[in-house]
């Protein structure tokens, strides 16, 4: 099992910047796969981004792309979600996720048992 606590959210005007981090507690961080899904007021979680146990896989939803980017440190048990150039449409409670399976469902927020708590991100004009 394991605890996942996420910060780094706040305020930013568009085109700024944010990163976003997830810290988990348990010593098996290494074997579980990440991701990042958000959720705006009235619509469902949606997918963002993942990232494999090792690093070596990632992916990211549409309209996040060459602006968003995943990491992880797993000497230091986090995940990171790097935003720049954020738009309004990028307002959300954003969550970390973790499973221990890789393979298929990785943008499914069903498929990941462990969740955060979330940290929400407000981007204004």
């Known amino acids: 099992q394991v605890q996942l606590v996420e910060s780094g959210g706040g305020l930013v005007q568009v085109g700024g910047s944010l990163r976003l981090s997830c810290a988990a507690s348990?010593?098996?961080?290494?074997?579980?796969?990440m991701g990042w899904f958000r959720q705006a007021p009235g619509k469902e979680r949606e997918f963002v981004a993942h990232?494999?146990?090792?690093?070596?896989?990632?992916y990211y939803e549409d309209s996040v792309k060459g602006r968003f980017t995943i990491s992880r440190d797993n000497a230091k048990n986090t995940v990171y979600l790097q935003m720049n150039s954020l738009k309004r449409e990028d307002t959300a409670v954003y969550f970390c996720?973790?499973?221990?399976?890789?393979?298929?469902?990785?943008?499914?927020?069903?498929?990941?048992?462990?969740w955060g708590q979330g940290t929400q991100v407000n981007v204004s004009s």
């Open positions: 990232i494999s146990w090792s690093g070596a896989r990632i």
């Open positions: 996720a973790a499973r221990s399976n890789g393979g298929t469902g990785y943008d499914t927020a069903r498929s990941y048992p462990y």
């Open positions: 348990g010593r098996t961080f290494s074997s579980y796969c």
